[in-house]
């Protein structure tokens, strides 16, 4: 489960969203399995594709998949959570901890030519659940 992160905890944008609309950082993330101390790889089954939900989905170094996953998440009725770097890396997580993204799905609907936007609960197999951004 996710909790709020304070703003003044958000680093800048990872290098795929930093030109995205919405974009509000990232912030330190460890899954509910953490393996403290641990360099542990994960594949990212979307990219940063905020209208897209996505499934981080846990590997080996040389991307064979082991039984863990996570899916994005809303943080807020507007504040998703979306998993990085691009679609199918294969990437290392020092500590078993990522730096997902913030992404404001207002902002960026709007950007967007949209007239509004929310985060919504939605599903990324093989993850059981993740989020989006909705766009109206």
Do not use: Y
Request: glycine share 10%.
């Amino acid at each position: 489960m996710l909790t709020q992160v304070k703003a003044e905890e958000l680093a800048p944008p990872s290098s795929d969203a930093l030109q995205m609309a919405g974009a509000k950082g990232v912030f330190a993330f460890t899954p509910v399995d953490w393996q403290a101390g641990e360099t542990t790889w994960w594949l990212d089954s979307d990219g940063v594709a905020p209208d897209v939900a996505g499934c981080h989905i846990g590997t080996d170094e040389d991307g064979n998949v082991n039984g863990r996953m996570f899916g994005e998440a809303c943080l807020t009725d507007v504040v998703l959570v979306e998993s990085n770097p691009g679609k199918g890396v294969v990437h290392a997580h020092s500590n078993d901890t990522g730096h997902p993204d913030q992404f404001d799905c207002l902002k960026w609907c709007k950007a967007s030519g949209n007239a509004t936007g929310r985060c919504e609960v939605a599903s990324a197999p093989p993850c059981e659940q993740s989020a989006r951004c909705v766009c109206q």
